[in-house]
């Protein structure tokens, strides 16, 4: 279990990532079509993506990902 202590942080990232591309695609949407609530989570989705970005970020960097061969490895 302590061998993937970095792994939270990259799973952050790459949630993050999603959440950046799916709410940027919502906010173009909810912009052109005038929905109100689309662009709003869109919004949500850009916020919560930027937020699972940094938190996956400060993750990886404070902890690293373990190797197998038992150091950190850093992405």
Known sequence: MADNVGYSGVIARFTGKA??????????????EGHDVVMRAGLGLLAAGVLASAYG???VRRCGV???HGGPRRP
């Not at 959440?19 to 919502?26: N, Q, S």
């Open 19 to 32: 959440f950046v591309a799916l709410g940027f695609v919502l906010g173009i949407y909810g912009l052109t």
């Open 66 to 68: 373990m190797s197998d």
């Open 57 to 59: 970020l400060y993750w």
